[in-house]
């Protein structure tokens, strides 16, 4: 099974870690520092944890290691003197004396303590009090303490579910049940296609789903194994032809970034093994294979030592490359055939995006009407086969004056909401997307009615290549920014992927951005199509060469000897 080849993959990398993080271990002290020489509670806790599997797995090289478990015991006995005095721990970035940083910590530390129990390694007994100590201090804190984001709950409350009946102090073991319940009894934020609430497919959809697992495990209730297994499911559909996966529709902070699949693999394969599902453990297996060959470690070593059958469990499966996916709970579409992609989203400045294979476009309108600044759909809907409808408006409104004097004349304190708007005037936008997965290419028409003389811009972000057009060939620089009058624009990336978009029109060159405006990505370089409203501009996208291919002068006629 892939799976097993990759854990000699796995198992050369943990004890990379393990020896790197020996050598950045302050021995008098017991700190580890990170490469940058700082250091915090909580990235501390998960250098333990993965000290601490190198020293419990056997097929490791620091197997049962007395100089790594001793490293292990300083160090947690320098977290003990630098915990907060709640028994909580801080991400120096950010959160000091933090309960969902905390957890996160402390369920990495639950792993191995579960792998430990039953281990004959030398400093066992010694390694558990002290963990057991850290452990019990820091959900002692958590039981009074609050969180930020909305995965933080899930954090909190598995952590303390997981580790309650490993706490010696019966009362504290009920405080923690309860307040994980208090938690729990708001209901998962997990919508009907599956996603989570900050839809962040490179970091915190992966963690939601970790967290499910875990409720899973501590609590038996299915539900929460379910809820893990609708967004492994919805995920599928994430993954771009390269293998990496879309993330522009996050609402965090891996927005836009490159991320490979590999913390998703165990993920796959534990919940289909606990689901007795094979054909989702068998997506997990597929990924071992597609990390591979990208050169992308997964992790999950504990949970393998901790569930050694699921290794071998489900089979390679074909992951979709060819589908239509709209998620209207998501408010985007997914549509993909091999190397073709395409992507539109609802209430987004950035609604389309185009991909072939190495070379991808952006896509956004500028129209600027009052607080306005993007096209941004309000509706996105299927109208017809293959055919798309997103809509939007550019209200065009005025304060009226109060109808009573205000308490103040200081306008910033002033409720404003409390006054009545008069709407003058409204841009009304259309967008219309005809999507060929045979020809892999699509039609869009953008249209606006309503309010008229208003300045268009629709602004096509393309990944930097050769950049043809009927008159000039050159290569396209990032962060630049062409007005193209008429006929296509081929752009060709280096791999020699194509995408091409035309007809091209400029009826005009108002060029102003407003705060607020969405701004492309520096890295492209941004072909701009003008109308002004009421307009109608039909567009084609194609990945199929328009012009012929320039030969060099030694290819043509005529050439001398």
């Not at 993909?336 to 989203?345: G, H, K």
Request: proline share 4%; aromatic share 10%.
């Amino acid at each position: 099974m892939t799976c097993v080849f990759q854990l000699e993959r796995m198992t050369a990398e943990l004890d990379r870690d393990a020896e790197r993080l020996l050598l950045l271990q302050n021995t008098r002290t017991g700190e580890i520092l990170r490469e940058d020489g700082f250091s915090d509670t909580r990235g501390m806790g998960f250098s333990v944890a993965r000290m601490l599997t190198a020293c419990l797995y056997r097929d490791s090289r620091w197997y049962d290691s007395p100089d790594l478990q001793e490293a292990v015991i300083r160090a947690l006995l320098y977290i003990q003197a630098s915990r907060r005095p709640s028994g909580m721990f801080d991400l120096a970035s950010c959160n000091f004396d933090s309960a969902p940083d905390t957890a996160f910590t402390v369920n990495a530390l639950l792993d191995v303590l579960a792998v430990l129990k039953t281990a004959s390694i030398r400093f066992r007994d010694r390694i558990e009090e002290l963990l057991l100590d850290v452990v019990e201090q820091a959900c002692r804190g958590m039981c009074s303490a609050g969180f930020h984001t909305p995965n933080h709950r899930w954090a909190i409350s598995a952590c303390l579910k997981t580790a309650a009946p490993y706490v010696r102090d019966k009362e504290l073991s009920r405080t923690m049940q309860e307040r994980a319940d208090r938690y729990l009894r708001e209901g998962l934020d997990q919508d009907r296609d599956g996603e989570f609430t900050e839809r962040s497919a490179g970091t915190y959809n992966a963690v939601n789903d970790d967290q499910m697992i875990r409720l899973y495990l501590a609590t038996g209730e299915k539900i929460y194994l379910e809820a893990a297994r609708n967004n492994l499911l919805f995920m599928r559909y994430f993954l771009e032809p390269d293998g990496s996966l879309f993330t522009q529709h996050s609402t965090r902070q891996d927005r836009g970034t490159k991320v490979w699949p590999a913390g998703y693999c165990i993920l796959y394969l534990l919940t289909g093994w606990l689901l007795q599902d094979p054909e989702l453990a068998s997506v997990g297996q597929t990924l071992f294979d597609l990390c591979a060959a990208h050169n992308q470690v997964p992790t999950g070593l504990v949970h393998i030592m901790r569930f050694p059958d699921m290794v071998s469990y489900g089979g390679n499966v074909q992951l979709p490359s060819s589908f239509a996916c709209l998620f209207e709970a998501s408010g985007i579409l997914r549509v993909r055939e091999e190397e073709f992609c395409v992507t539109l989203r609802k209430n987004a400045p950035d609604f389309m995006y185009v991909r072939s294979g190495g070379m991808d476009l952006c896509m956004s309108v500028y129209a600027n009407v009052c607080d306005r600044r993007n096209f941004a759909a309000e509706t996105l809907e299927k109208t017809g086969p293959d055919t798309y409808e997103l809509r939007g408006s550019f209200p065009g409104w005025y304060y009226l004056p109060f109808e009573q004097p205000p308490e103040t004349g200081d306008w910033r304190k002033m409720d404003h909401g409390a006054r009545e708007k008069e709407i003058r005037n409204t841009l009304y936008m259309t967008v219309s997307v005809h999507i060929d997965r045979k020809a892999k290419a699509l039609t869009l028409n953008v249209s606006a009615t309503g309010l008229d003389r208003v300045p268009i811009r629709v602004e096509c972000g393309f990944a930097c290549g050769q950049m043809r057009t009927a008159s000039s060939l050159a290569q396209a620089q990032p962060g630049t920014e062409c007005y193209v009058l008429s006929g296509d624009v081929e752009m060709t990336g280096s791999d020699g992927s194509v995408l091409t978009l035309g007809p091209c029109f400029a009826r005009h060159t108002v060029h102003y951005r407003m705060g607020g405006a969405f701004c492309q990505d520096p890295g492209r370089c941004v072909v701009c199509l003008t109308e002004i409203s009421p307009c109608s501009r039909t567009i084609r996208i194609g990945t199929e060469k328009v012009y012929p291919m320039v030969t060099s002068i030694c290819d043509s006629e005529g050439k001398g000897e």
